[in-house]
Every structure is written in structure tokens, then in C-alpha cells.
């Protein structure tokens, strides 16, 4: 079992390299890009708006509870910016992604490996995963990139709205607070988890869809395996990222 699992862990960072390599090569295959591209922005960016608010919400009032026991409830805003912007808003948006479009990236490349399509496509010179896996990855990072900004904007708002009304917050100084305890490093390590949590959904999903095992059952197996493992890494990414980044740099004020 140990073997079996180091061996498919090294065919996973294998398929990853073989991708980093051919995204420079040519040709690019940008129709397919733009059409994955718009087909996992049109299946993510509802459940994205609609998941943020309460998302946001429910931390503004945790957030805004805590404050005022301690105290300090002129900190509200920008403890519930942190939140959203370094924790929820990317693992929001790799969560969808890895559930809808990983899913469905699965479930396709993995219909043209039993059906033998990449095979055929082997036999022609033609690379599988220049042709058809590449341009998969890059639209989900491409999307989950430009898709945090939207949940980081809406679950700011959604927190800001319930703070200031459901808890008799002030709007000055939940804004004011975003200054005192916000800086640019912040966005920038959450669009920085965004791409590579984009990045380890697309090639889960690519290298499960391309080693279906049993037929069209083995298709379905792949595709829940593959949203499973994509949850577990990027819980632990996450968690590697966030320690890394709070041991570099430090709190503003610090």
C-alpha cells in the first residue's frame, strides 16, 4: 500500500513537471484555453458570490463578537479583512474549483482514455498533455486567480454589512481598521494561494482523468478521488503557506 502510494505520488509530480515544461512549448493551444476558460468561469463565479457573503458574514460576526469582549471593537473591520483575504476567499474559490470544474475535467479526459482517444492521439505525434491538459490548468489558474478578487470583494462587503447592522457597528472605523492591520502583502499572498491552489486542482484532476482504472465505473471513482485528494492538499498548502508567510513577513505595526 506504501509503495503503491509513493509510486502514484511521484507519477502526480511528474505530470506536474511535464505540464510546467510544456506550457512554454508551441503550440499554444488557445482556443482550447479560452473555451475551458469560460466554461469554468460560467460554473464558478455564481456559487462563488453566492457562498462569500455568508462566508464573510459569519466571520465579521465572530470577529465582531470577540472585539467586543476584549474591548476592541474599532478592530473589527480589519481582523475580518485578514480573514477573508489571507483564509476564506482562496480556499473558497479552490474549493469550487477542484468540486465543479476539476470534476468535470476529470470526468472528460478521463471518457477519452477509456474510449482510447489519447492513444490514438499518442499514435499521430500528437501530446496529450500539450494538446488537452495544459490549457485545463491554465484556465483554472487563470480563473481562480481573477475569481478571488470577486469573493474577497463580496465577503468584505457581506461582512461589512452585518457588522454594521446586525451588531451596531461603526462604519469609520471598520474601514479606518483596514489600515491599522491590513497591508499589501496580505493580497498578495492570497492571489499568490489562489494560482497555486488552481494549479494543484487542475492537475489532480488532469492526472486522475488520465488513469481511470475498471471503464466508466473506474471514470466515476476517479472523479470522486480526485475532489477528495484536491480537498486534502490544498488544506495543506494552505497550511504550509500561511506559516511560511507569517514567519517572512511580519504583522504591520510589528
Given at each position: ?42 460554473v464558478t463565479i455564481l ?5 462569500s457573503i455568508p462566508f ?199
Amino acid at each position: 500500500m506504501i509503495t503503491g502510494a509513493l509510486r502514484q505520488t511521484g507519477r502526480l509530480f511528474a505530470l506536474a513537471a511535464e505540464v510546467a515544461r510544456a506550457i512554454f512549448r508551441r503550440p499554444f493551444q488557445f482556443r482550447e484555453f479560452v473555451e475551458q476558460f469560460w466554461f469554468i468561469a460560467s460554473v464558478t463565479i455564481l456559487p462563488a458570490a453566492l457562498v462569500s457573503i455568508p462566508f464573510g458574514a459569519v466571520i465579521a460576526l465572530q470577529v465582531g463578537s470577540l472585539t467586543q469582549q476584549l474591548g476592541a471593537q474599532s478592530f473589527t473591520g480589519g481582523a475580518s479583512v485578514l480573514a477573508v483575504v489571507q483564509q476564506a476567499s482562496p480556499l473558497i474559490v479552490a474549493l469550487l474549483i477542484a468540486g465543479a470544474a476539476g470534476s468535470a475535467i476529470c470526468a472528460d479526459l478521463g471518457s477519452r482514455t477509456i474510449r482510447e482517444e489519447l492513444d490514438a492521439m499518442e499514435v499521430m505525434g500528437v501530446s496529450p498533455v500539450q494538446r488537452l491538459v495544459v490549457p485545463r490548468v491554465l484556465a483554472t489558474m487563470g480563473v481562480a486567480v481573477l475569481l478571488n478578487g470577486l469573493v474577497s470583494a463580496v465577503g468584505i462587503l457581506g461582512g461589512y454589512v452585518f457588522n454594521v447592522f446586525l451588531q451596531d457597528g461603526t462604519p469609520g472605523a471598520y474601514l479606518s481598521s483596514f489600515s491599522a492591520l491590513a497591508q499589501l502583502p496580505d493580497l498578495y499572498i492570497s492571489e499568490l494561494k489562489a494560482l497555486i491552489f488552481g494549479f494543484i486542482a487542475g492537475i489532480v484532476a488532469a492526472y486522475r482523468g488520465l488513469n481511470p482504472r475498471g471503464g466508466p465505473k473506474g471514470v466515476g471513482d476517479a472523479v470522486n478521488q480526485s475532489v477528495v485528494i484536491t480537498f486534502l492538499l490544498l488544506f495543506f498548502v494552505n497550511m504550509v503557506m500561511t506559516g511560511v508567510y507569517l514567519q517572512l513577513v511580519p504583522p504591520k505595526g510589528g
